[in-house]
């Protein structure tokens, strides 16, 4: 899942403030195609308070983890994404300096979540969440869903989908 972190945001922002943020951000990140968002359940919105008073609002930093290095999220994905949340925060807030960095995500470098499986054997590929799986197994990726338990192979790792179960009876 994509996490996006606003940091230095005046302290003055009220809830509804916040919430018209977050909508910018949500509707920026689901504006860059490539990345087949839907909404705001596919991606998490943080606004962290900030201990020190001193220049908040002047600038406000962005920072977007979680978004798998796979080939259709490529350098230039990246960089587009990083534009359109990077303008929709400065629309926002048109006096401050606004920068906005995107980093890749590595699951092989560990993830867990709490997420239920969906294995995605009727539409889009909740692996690398670009390709289309049709008989148990991606068009893109090529990670395959066991037709059991719904799980992949244990040897791909995801952050969406549990390990096959079937494997090891």
Excluded at 57 to 62: A, C, K, L, N
Excluded at 64 to 81: A, H, K, T, W
Excluded at 95 to 100: M, N, P, R, V
Aim: glycine share 6%.
């Amino acid at each position: 899942m994509i996490v996006i972190k606003v940091w230095c945001l005046p302290s003055d922002q009220s809830e509804d403030d916040l919430n018209r943020l977050h909508q910018a951000i949500v509707k920026a990140a689901v504006s860059v195609s490539e990345l087949r968002l839907q909404d705001e359940n596919d991606m998490t919105c943080l606004f962290p308070a900030d201990l020190m008073k001193y220049g908040l609002g002047e600038e406000i930093i962005v920072e977007i983890d979680g978004l798998s290095d796979i080939p259709q999220r490529n350098q230039r994905v990246r960089e587009q994404l990083a534009r359109c949340v990077g303008e929709s925060v400065s629309a926002l807030y048109p006096e401050a300096k606004i920068q906005c960095s995107v980093r890749s995500f590595d699951p092989s470098e560990g993830v867990w979540t709490s997420a239920k499986p969906n294995c995605g054997c009727e539409g889009s590929c909740p692996v690398c969440r670009t390709g289309e799986v049709d008989d148990h197994k991606c068009n893109c990726c090529g990670a395959e869903f066991c037709s059991k338990c719904h799980g992949i192979a244990n040897d791909v790792k995801s952050e969406n989908v549990l390990p096959c179960k079937c494997e090891s009876d």
